[in-house]
């Protein structure tokens, strides 16, 4: 089943902008939300709100950054905390995909973490294009679309 | 028992816990412990052959277990053992 998530239109905006300035490198950084229903059975739908980016310094650099992108765990650490203390949590991952459709790739798939929703932002010839959001499978088998309801 | 603290990603596989309680005398043992009271939790923890997952970083007090013997770091009654996730990605190919 499809799952939903609800994303303030600023955090579109927000994504679109660093997949740009960070072209033809990947951005990445963290979705700071809700989730309401806590538990791994994640049947509520709509259940997730995010309401914030946090961006984070891409750990790659030079060409590998092109295509990689990693987080350290300080970076992951101040991310938790940061979120805690705007009454917030983490609940998600972002990061573009230079001249690169907005679909999980192999490396994605291979470290992805559960229950996050992983956003994913195509930038082609530097323009910002789709955005999708997706969530692994509870068997780790692959990622499931999660369906973006934007928000005001 | 060793307290663990959990990453968000990986609290709904403990009740929504951000923190609980494992025996062990190794931070090895007290991640055994715990993927043990949370069967959900373990194939997150864990890979196929047994191995802790490449983005499990385990931190014990303020520092990497790396620096401390890795999983056989032993722990005390009042340890507590940080998991922090490694995140990466990207579109790879060339």
């Given at each position: 089943?499809?799952?939903?998530?609800?994303?303030?239109?600023?955090?579109?905006?927000?994504?679109?902008?660093?997949?740009?300035?960070?072209?033809?490198?990947?951005?990445?950084?963290?979705?700071?939300?809700?989730?309401?229903?806590?538990?791994?059975?994640?049947?509520?739908?709509?259940?997730?709100?995010?309401?914030?980016?946090?961006?984070?310094?891409?750990?790659?650099?030079?060409?590998?950054?092109?295509?990689?992108?990693?987080?350290?765990?300080?970076?992951?650490?101040?991310?938790?905390?940061?979120?805690?203390?705007?009454?917030?949590?983490?609940?998600?991952?972002?990061?573009?995909?230079?001249?690169?459709?907005?679909?999980?790739?192999?490396t994605d798939?291979a470290q992805a973490?559960?229950?996050?929703?992983?956003?994913?932002?195509?930038?082609?010839?530097?323009?910002?294009?789709?955005?999708?959001?997706?969530?692994?499978?509870?068997?780790?088998?692959?990622?499931?679309?999660?369906?973006?309801?934007?928000?005001? | 028992?060793?307290?663990?603290?959990?990453?968000?990603?990986?609290?709904?596989?403990?009740?929504?816990?951000?923190?609980?309680?494992?025996?062990?005398?190794?931070?090895?043992?007290?991640?055994?412990?715990?993927?043990?009271?949370?069967?959900?939790?373990?194939?997150?923890?864990?890979?196929?052959?047994?191995?802790?997952?490449q983005y499990?970083?385990?931190?014990?007090?303020?520092?990497?277990?790396?620096?401390?013997?890795?999983?056989?770091?032993?722990?005390?009654?009042?340890?507590?053992?940080?998991?922090?996730?490694?995140?990466a990605g990207?579109?790879?190919?060339?």
């Open positions: 089943m499809s799952e939903r998530v609800r994303i303030r239109n600023e955090v579109i905006g927000a994504v679109k902008v660093e997949a740009e300035a960070a072209y033809p490198y990947e951005c990445c950084g963290f979705l700071l939300g809700s989730d309401a229903n806590p538990g791994a059975d994640a049947d509520d739908a709509a259940s997730r709100t995010v309401e914030a980016i946090l961006a984070v310094k891409n750990e790659r650099e030079g060409d590998p950054a092109r295509r990689r992108f990693s987080i350290g765990p300080q970076d992951y650490l101040a991310a938790e905390r940061k979120a805690e203390e705007t009454g917030l949590d983490l609940v998600g991952i972002y990061h573009s995909h230079p001249d690169h459709p907005a679909v999980p790739s192999e798939l973490l559960p229950w996050y929703t992983y956003l994913i932002v195509s930038a082609e010839r530097g323009a910002a294009g789709d955005v999708a959001a997706w969530r692994l499978a509870e068997d780790r088998s692959a990622f499931a679309p999660e369906e973006i309801k934007v928000v005001w | 028992m060793a307290k663990v603290i959990l990453p968000t990603a990986l609290r709904a596989f403990a009740d929504g816990q951000k923190e609980v309680e494992a025996a062990g005398s190794t931070v090895g043992e007290v991640l055994e412990a715990l993927a043990a009271a949370y069967p959900d939790l373990k194939r997150h923890l864990y890979d196929d052959a047994g191995k802790l997952r499990v970083n385990v931190f014990l007090g303020e520092d990497s277990i790396r620096d401390f013997g890795g999983l056989a770091a032993p722990t005390k009654e009042d340890s507590v053992v940080t998991l922090v996730p490694a995140i990207g579109r790879e190919a060339s």
